[in-house]
């Protein structure tokens, strides 16, 4: 099921961040589509839009209280329509968000769930006595801080959730909340929708029989980490082998609508790769694409990535693995790589990097800006999770600043009116949109050039990957697809290199790429973060 997608870079919008086009300070839908044309202009294969959905925000929009209507912060169906059209008319296919594991506390499903165990809703979610001592039935934690249970008093019970209490847990074993959903999917693919990102698939189902997790092994006196959840070892609350099935039933939805395509959210939880082949597996109907946010636990460094790309192993092969670097949850990777700093060399680099990796790609906003993770103040916070765990963790709202698009604009040109939701880095003004298409060296201008050449090569697109045998900091890829081959190189370092020729695979250079390295007769003279793309010889 790849094909269609394969080798696709998929645009990641964040609409409360992306473009208002109301001037109340929140980004909207309308915004997105007066903005499509810088989103086509850099040659991605398709927009993946957060949600949008009717919600209370307490996880600005991941906790869903009507799946087929738009929060009128961010505008209507009209609106939705428009920008799906708009998108379309510029080659740009449109990739939704699909929260299944869990919705908002004020949805009627779960009102109706909650009012008692008689109603007709009563399984709709996951629910469970309590001990004969009162307590939860087990001792699972919530990712965002203190447990997974909530106790509702109308029914007597505990209710599940993995994230916020107010994120209570759908039972995706009840078939009639799986036919509930699929008829959501159906009403966004009838409409014209392209695909689905899935929202954490490794919490959708638990072990049914609830028992405890056992706690996660440390060094005797270790300092515990910031965040309880990372001292269990999560046996029993998430990635129950029952998720196999359900995704099979996910593909047969999709195998209704050819073209369509989806794409898996999975934790950073060991074996991730492992977990990407069997929810990708070619010749199995389920995923068509699935990512982790691994990458955002390593860091940027030959060993590193020879590691990942070694636990990957068949995910590689089968093209079914889609690579991020940067996200709307986790710190940006021009930051997490980069000390701290905002190096342009690293910020260019970047692209060419996720471009070369085999499978699809995600772009998040910003990200072809070179924009640093923000630094805000306390006050400025606004998301729970990192209010909760302020100051050592500082949450998700640094990422998710405002796009800069004009730099001399009030607010950078992301609203006309009202205070930003969040504040606008002085810093980012300097890497606005305006201020980077007239700088024919800026990171935007070489990831436009960058992603149209990669059109261009069919190796880079569906061939196949090895890593090449060079020496630290170097790294090397060979992509090939029949005769088209390319050896991408790049010095992961800040510090020049000068490597010998007789080093390095033979080729030669393929300077249309908007990259490159001078070198001689005896060898290559890498700059800080430089990358070199060479046709092999032979």
Known sequence: MHSSWCGSVIYQIYPRSFADAN?????DLRGITRRLDHVAALGVDAIWICPFYRSPMKDFGYDVADYRDVDPLFGTLADFKEL?????????????????????????????????????????????????????????????????????????????????????????????????????????LDMGVDGFRLDAVDFMFHDPGLGDNPPALAEPGATPPIRPFGMQMHLHDMMHADLIPFLERVGGLMAEYPGTATLGELSSEADAFARIVDYTARGCARLDLAYSLALAKIALAPAQLRLVFASAGRAIDDLGVCWAFSNHDVVRAVTRWGDGGADRRLARMLPALLATLPGAACLYQGEELGLCEAELARADLVDPYGIAFYPQFKGRDGARTPMPWTADAPAAGFTTGAKPWLPVPEQHRALAVDRQLADPGSVLNATRRLLAWRKRHTALLRGTARLLDVAPPLLGIERADGRDRVLALFNLSARPLAVPRAALPDGEPLGDSGYGVPGDSVCWRFGPYDVLFLQPVG
């Open 23 to 27: 001037g109340d300070g929140v980004g």
């Open 84 to 188: 799906l059209a708009e998108a379309h008319a510029r080659g740009l296919k449109v990739m939704i968000d699909q929260v299944w594991s869990h919705s908002s506390d004020e949805h009627p499903w779960f009102r109706e769930s909650r009012s008692g165990r008689g109603s007709a809703k009563a399984r709709w979610y996951v629910w469970a006595d309590p001990r004969p001592d009162g307590a939860p039935p087990n001792n699972w934690l919530s990712v965002f801080g203190g447990g997974a249970w909530t106790w509702c008093p109308l029914r007597r019970q505990y209710y599940l959730h993995h994230f916020l209490s107010s994120q209570p847990q759908l039972d995706l074993r009840n078939d009639q909340v799986v036919a509930a959903l699929f008829a959501v999917a159906r009403f966004w």
